[in-house]
């Protein structure tokens, strides 16, 4: 039950009503194109196909090879780009293998079945020889965006962010398939070419809608021999390293023993069919006390038949202690009982060193979490993996590992949506004195970029040093701002999603007089359960591996009090919740969008409150909504794909009482939520190879704008042919459209007067564009998607009852108190 003070929030679903929806935007800006000659263009590059052409002939004479096409390099010109839709035919069976640039050139690699090469030449020639209606050669922006067409080498396959490698030298490969025109057989012929050459191939393999994953190891010389294996290959990557080994710094306690006996004493075990943490990592000991109410044996598992799922590190044990109880201090020095509400289970993914050859991480992943859901198919549950690659060289681009993540939270068909916590990663510990310069030049680690997933960095309020012989250090982050620990996405591209989403306490670091480097001393860090090694049960522990066991305990914390609430809702509670502290404000100082930005790189919307993500008050109202909706639909002479439907919410809102209010300040803040499927091939993620299945975005009723207007505006379905719109003042949100639009999460707020809000209950939900709708031949665009919606209210004022009368609109009892 909530607090006195306190009440459970409210559920609006049957406020919305579904229309059907076309958007109003008109498109982008003209193509830009470079200046041309026409006829030395047009010939330059006929030439260029013919010599590609015979070179390949050459090739496949000398190999006695017949692949089933030819591969080719398309080359804009310096600082303009590719007309990348028409270098794609899916008729003809022409591929965009994948995107990518050497300085401000950009190059597309595009497959191209034999005998279908005269797709290019025939629009070359018709960009010679023909005009259209309008006095321009014929396809002439695909021509004109084209600097030059060259036979594709192994390095047109590179899309790795690191240098190509030495054709010599042995590595681990990510290998990207094709599908087309068959996963199955793609996969045979790489299998059966890779062994004639010698290559040793992974077992595990990754499936997304148009790729196969799988890793090779071998040099590049015995991957670029075989015209067969290109000629299913779309992409090459170096394989990502993960971290095996962790350092636990065990804290000395002679009374630990004691300590730990106490507070387990103290420990209610949660019910057995209880929503559980999920810890994928090293493993967890069973034999640690403070973990054995929680946790079962038949619930700790292991990605590795070899090896034992009990912990051989440490790390996991840290883990499972965070995600239990929080840092365990708070335990330890109160009296109270605690009555758990949430379990543990366990799937280790990292064996002891050296036991591991180069995986794939995401296979990995996939794997654990099948595997526990085959044990416990029907429990609620949360993923925290506090694991990351040890470098960061995607640069918010999506990996395999990053794109299976969103591929498991999405779900397939019947499978479930997933709640899935990963950590930011770590900065360099040699750098940390260098804060905060290291942390912003240092990129979230893979998979961190993942857009369904919770990514968590860490801040801290760490900043008192008791123990003696620290005496004459200093911590090196201040109270309330960043970690000296926690990555960012500064370093990444402006069209990457804002990553971290939030920050929770990860510990700070410290420095010595001299000043030499940065220490991690145990009493700026955060206590946990230990690997009982040598007796010890408690260890000082940190990092954004720490801070993502915090933030997996409030997500099952959450999902506890609401068993309903879905995985995006529950995702969408954290988000809503959190603030920044006022270091992270002043660090980023407001008003620039710019500055707000950056403050999102480094702490995303900040940090969580497990209270208000919870509970609403008197003067803090929070409504939610959970829905499906139809994004796509086909056009009646099946033609083409568009939009088909938005919900429009007419909220139950406290007109009245924000009325009475008149100037006073409010907020009111919007979150929504979904998650989408992914597709990671880097074809340059535009138009049909976007890398989001769909999107949604909502908007907010203006004060002064009729309901009608409003609808008109979000909707082009909803005007006359010609009707002009009256134009009303917006809001002034604190991100904006724009800002806010990244990912698959966005959530915003507008502060002004209660009079001015009194006349914003009026909310869309629309679609825009995906590869769903692009790539038809895949059909999914006949399914409907889930999101969460979360709307609230706060005013500072303390004498205002905003939620009882919300409650008799819904029509729900209300409990009046007598004094």
């Known amino acids: 039950m909530p607090p006195a003070d306190r009440f459970r929030h409210l559920r609006v679903e049957g406020r919305a009503r579904a229309e059907r929806y076309t958007t109003p935007n008109t498109g982008g800006g003209a193509f830009r194109m470079p200046p041309r000659d026409r006829q030395a263009h047009g010939e330059g590059l006929l030439d260029q196909l013919n010599q590609a052409n015979a070179e390949e002939q050459q090739r496949r004479a000398r190999a006695a090879a017949n692949p089933a096409g030819i591969v080719l390099d398309f080359l804009s010109a310096p600082e303009f780009e590719l007309q990348l839709k028409s270098l794609e035919a899916e008729k003809q069976g022409i591929e965009l293998l994948n995107v990518t640039t050497d300085g401000d050139v950009t190059l597309a690699t595009v497959f191209i079945p034999n005998g279908k090469l005269a797709y290019f030449s025939r629009r070359f020639e018709r960009y010679l020889n023909e005009d259209t209606r309008t006095n321009r050669p014929k396809h002439r922006a695909l021509v004109e965006s084209i600097s030059g067409v060259r036979r594709a080498a192994l390095r047109s396959f590179w899309t790795d962010n690191a240098d190509f490698p030495p054709e010599d030298r042995p590595l681990d490969w990510e290998v990207w398939l094709r599908t087309t025109p068959s996963a199955e057989a793609a996969l045979n012929v790489f299998r059966a070419e890779a062994e004639s050459l010698g290559l040793t191939l992974g077992r595990r393999v990754i499936q997304f809608p148009d790729r196969l994953v799988l890793l090779a190891h071998g040099t590049a010389a015995q991957l670029g021999s075989s015209l067969q294996l290109l000629d299913v290959v779309a992409e090459l990557r170096l394989a990502k390293e993960c971290p095996t080994d962790f350092l636990s710094r065990h804290m000395q306690r002679p009374e630990q023993a004691e300590w730990a006996r106490e507070a387990a004493a103290r420990v209610v075990a949660p019910p057995a069919d209880a929503v559980a943490v999920c810890v994928l990592d090293t493993g967890v000991d069973l034999g640690q006390p403070l973990l054995a109410h929680a946790i079962d044996e038949e619930h700790t598992l292991t990605c590795f038949p070899e090896a034992s799922p009990a912990d051989h590190a440490g790390h996991g044990t840290e883990m499972a202690g965070l995600s239990l109880y929080g840092d365990l201090s708070q335990l330890l020095m109160s009296t109270e009982r605690v009555a758990l509400r949430h379990r543990l289970e366990s799937v280790k993914i990292l064996p002891r060193a050296g036991s591991n050859p180069p995986d794939l991480y995401g296979a990995i992943t996939a794997e654990a979490v099948y595997r526990i859901e085959q044990v416990e198919p029907h429990r609620r549950r949360v993923f925290c993996m506090a694991v990351a690659a040890t470098d960061s060289r995607d640069r918010g681009q999506p990996s395999s590992w990053s794109g299976e993540l969103d591929q498991i939270a999405f779900g397939e068909d019947a499978s479930p949506k997933r709640l899935v916590f990963v950590c930011a990663g770590n900065t360099d510990q040699s750098q940390r004195h260098n804060y905060p310069d290291s942390n912003h030049t240092d990129g979230i680690h893979d998979p961190g970029q993942a857009w369904n997933a919770i990514t968590v960095g860490a801040f801290t309020e760490r900043v008192l040093i008791r123990s003696e012989e620290f005496a004459a250090y200093e911590p090196v982050a201040p109270s309330g701002a960043l970690s000296p620990s926690s990555t960012t996405s500064l370093v990444w591209q402006q069209s ?324």
């Open 496 to 819: 990457w999603p804002l990553k971290p989403d939030i920050v929770m306490e990860g510990g700070n670091s410290a420095v010595s007089p001299a000043r030499h480097g940065a220490d991690t001393i145990e009493d700026l860090q955060l206590l946990s359960t230990s690997r009982l090694v040598a007796g010890k049960l408690f260890v000082a522990t940190g990092d954004t591996s720490a801070a993502t066991a915090l933030a997996a305990r409030v997500g099952a914390v959450i999902q506890a009090e609401y068993p309903e609430y879905w995985p995006e809702t529950v995702r969408a509670l954290m988000i809503h919740s959190a603030e920044w502290t006022p270091a992270m404000l002043e660090e980023f100082p407001p008003p620039t969008k710019q500055e707000c930005q950056r403050r999102m790189r480094c702490y995303g919307y900040g940090v969580p409150s497990l209270d208000r993500a919870l509970w609403c008050a008197r003067n803090a109202l929070c409504l939610v909504s959970q829905a499906e909706l139809y994004p796509y639909e086909r056009d009646e002479d099946a033609s083409r794909v568009k939009t088909r439907d938005m919900h429009l919410y007419d909220l139950p809102w406290p007109v009245d009482e924000l009325r009475e209010l008149g100037e006073q300040e409010v907020t009111m803040r919007v979150t929504l939520s979904y998650f989408i499927e992914p597709s990671p091939g880097r074809r340059g993620w535009k138009y049909r190879h976007r890398y989001a299945s769909h999107g949604l975005r909502f908007d907010v009723k203006r004060p002064l704008e009729r309901v009608d207007d409003f609808r008109k505006r979000l909707n082009k379905m909803a005007r006359d042919e010609e009707e002009e719109l009256a134009t009303t003042e917006g809001q002034e949100w604190t991100l904006g459209q724009q800002l806010r639009s990244r990912g698959s999460i966005h959530s915003d707020w507008w502060t002004g007067t209660a009079s001015e809000l009194a006349d914003c209950g009026h909310l869309g939900i629309y679609p825009i564009t995906g590869w769903w709708r692009e790539r038809p031949q895949f059909e999914r665009y006949t399914r409907p998607v889930r999101y969460a919606l979360i709307v609230s209210i706060h005013t500072p004022a303390q004498d205002v009852d905003l939620y009882t009368p919300v409650t008799i609109q819904l029509g729900i009892p209300t409990t009046i108190s007598i004094e």
